[in-house]
């Protein structure tokens, strides 16, 4: 009751204010410098072409005072831009926002052009009693013929935690005939338990159709080994050298000088004949090898028979370190055999500098092509029953959309350069390129418009056809700078000898497609039968709402 009170009270109370006196005078200097006055809100710009023209830059990761620098020259000077550094960061973190919402519906309608682009995109989602996501599992067409032509050694890792909801991102990853790395899947997970790795090998499991890889390569978190026995009984488990030996690429930095070298290094006629085989990384990587054989000496194995040696370290090279100089080489030419203590070919598919060793000492002619994989040849790629590419990157013409907007630039930037220099070419340009929108916004397009799938359409490496058309339509050309991978990522069970490695692909059955959008979002797979589950696009399941941010290692 006395709270009421002094509310009516309140109420009823009047409050008045008297001026004694007013000065019109301003009582601070005016601004007279121009940067000071573009710092007012009513000089600033809102034109939103201008603020996205910055925002695009932002976008393509560009620093901001390059950004600062370039408008500035454009405008003349810095002190007649008409925005300043932290208006730049506003919009900046404005865009950031606008990515971050809805991001639930974003990826749906991502996943979707994704399927429509390619129906063989594959997807599935863990949810919780609620609906809300849990774990995303995906991966491209692309990436799962890359599967079927490497998978026979998969490494997967959880140690990237890059995103918003500070979620696992898992990856399937493989190492193909260029020894590059090539991405077989994805995996987003919402914790890091048995229950959601063996969801995720599941997933992984019903998109290749396959009963698993030869071997799987993983971290040490205990969790993995579980759920790999679990779904993948017959895969082989072992940890993953780069947690072991953390060198790795830093050695093979060190020898980048050697990457581009194709032509023979001897006169050995096994050495011409494995070149026209091997692809051109693998062949660098057996001219090492054959190197550095040379700091090694050869000699009967007294205690064995004719065919079995005994190949020593010596003094004369420091890049080979063994914990023991020397190995017991069988080199039986007449029956084509040929094996090492050491066992690196069984580990890697490789020859160790030991073998090498004998093939130099007994002037063999020709290596049995059953220890010529086909996986490290440039014929490694396989006929699969579906298009391998995610998305249609050319026109009819055959010429892709990055050709087109590289030639569109060249011309452009020229037209830009002339049409600013006066006013009657800026207001003529500005109207030819009114009218040139309007008739371009009426032509039909023949390459796909939709964002992208984020994929570069196989394992990034042109084939030596497409660079060559490239090369007749450009002048430039692009190099690529990939690291190769070094000891990491293929170990085969020992004693293996045949001249391709695969796990057997069962031929996908026809999937019957309803409009453009077919994906899982079930839970864990119904079917283990290896073969691919028919789909259907229902998102009703699916609540909208944003993810729940945890520990990874938390049990739910």
Not at 186 to 215: H, I, Q, S, Y
Not at 412 to 429: E, I, P, T, W
Request: proline content about 3%.
């Amino acid at each position: 009751m006395k709270l009421k009170k002094i509310y009516d009270d309140a109420k009823e109370t009047v409050i008045s204010v008297r001026i004694d006196l007013l000065h019109l005078d301003h009582n601070h200097e005016f601004f007279k410098k121009d940067t000071e006055k573009n710092q007012l809100q009513c000089n600033k710009t809102h034109d939103p072409e201008y603020m996205e023209f910055i925002s695009s830059m932002q976008e393509s990761r560009i620093p901001q005072h390059c950004i600062m620098d370039y408008v500035s020259e454009m405008h003349g000077g810095p002190e007649s831009v008409p925005v300043t550094a932290q208006d730049m960061y506003n919009l900046k973190k404005a865009k950031q926002r606008e990515r971050n919402a809805n991001d639930v519906a974003k990826l749906l309608s991502f996943f979707a052009s994704c399927k429509k682009d390619n129906p063989q995109f594959f997807s599935d989602f863990q949810l919780d009693k609620e609906g809300k996501i849990l774990s995303i599992f995906w991966s491209h067409a692309s990436q799962q013929g890359d599967y079927i032509d490497f998978g026979d050694a998969v490494t997967f890792d959880t140690t990237h935690k890059t995103n918003l909801y500070e979620k696992p991102l898992g990856m399937f990853v493989g190492s193909n005939h260029h020894l590059h790395c090539t991405i077989f899947a994805f995996a987003l997970l919402g914790d890091e338990t048995v229950d959601t790795f063996e969801w995720v090998f599941n997933a992984f499991k019903t998109c290749m159709g396959t009963e698993g890889p030869r071997v799987m390569l993983t971290d040490q978190d205990p969790a993995m080994p579980v759920a790999l026995e679990r779904v993948f009984p017959h895969t082989i488990h072992r940890l993953c050298l780069w947690h072991v030996q953390n060198s790795t690429l830093d050695k093979l930095y060190g020898i980048r000088k050697d990457w581009g070298q194709k032509e023979t290094n001897t006169l050995y006629m096994f050495e011409i004949r494995v070149a026209r085989a091997y692809t051109r990384a693998v062949m660098c990587r057996f001219q090492e090898s054959l190197k550095y054989a040379t700091a090694f000496k050869i000699m009967h194995d007294e205690e064995g028979g004719a065919n079995d040696w005994v190949v020593q370290h010596t003094t004369r090279s420091n890049k080979i370190v063994w914990g023991q100089h020397q190995f017991k080489v069988t080199a039986d030419e007449d029956a084509g055999k040929y094996t090492c203590e050491c066992k690196h070919w069984e580990h890697t598919g490789l020859f160790c500098v030991h073998v090498l060793r004998a093939f130099m000492h007994l002037q063999i002619d020709r290596i049995p092509k059953e220890y010529i994989l086909q996986r490290y040849t440039t014929s490694a790629r396989q006929d699969v029953p579906f298009s391998r590419d995610d998305r249609n990157l050319k026109g009819k013409d055959g010429e892709t959309k990055s050709y087109r907007q590289k030639m569109l630039l060249k011309k452009a930037m020229k037209v830009v350069h002339h049409a600013s220099l006066s006013k009657a070419g800026n207001d003529r340009a500005l109207t030819v390129m009114d009218e040139l929108l309007e008739v371009l916004s009426r032509l039909e397009t023949d390459i796909d418009v939709e964002e992208t799938c984020g994929t570069s359409g196989g394992d990034g490496i042109q084939d030596d056809d497409e660079a060559n058309r490239d090369n007749e339509k450009d002048d430039e050309f692009d190099e690529r700078n990939n690291k190769e991978i070094q000891d990491v990522s293929i170990i085969l069970e020992q004693g293996v000898a045949n001249d391709q490695i695969h796990i057997p692909v069962r031929p996908l059955e026809e999937v019957n497609l309803h409009d453009h959008a077919i994906m899982n979002v079930s839970g864990v797979s119904e079917q283990n039968d290896n073969a691919r589950k028919k789909l259907e696009f229902a998102v009703d399941g699916i609540s909208l709402a944003r993810p729940i941010t945890q520990d990874p290692k938390e049990e739910q």
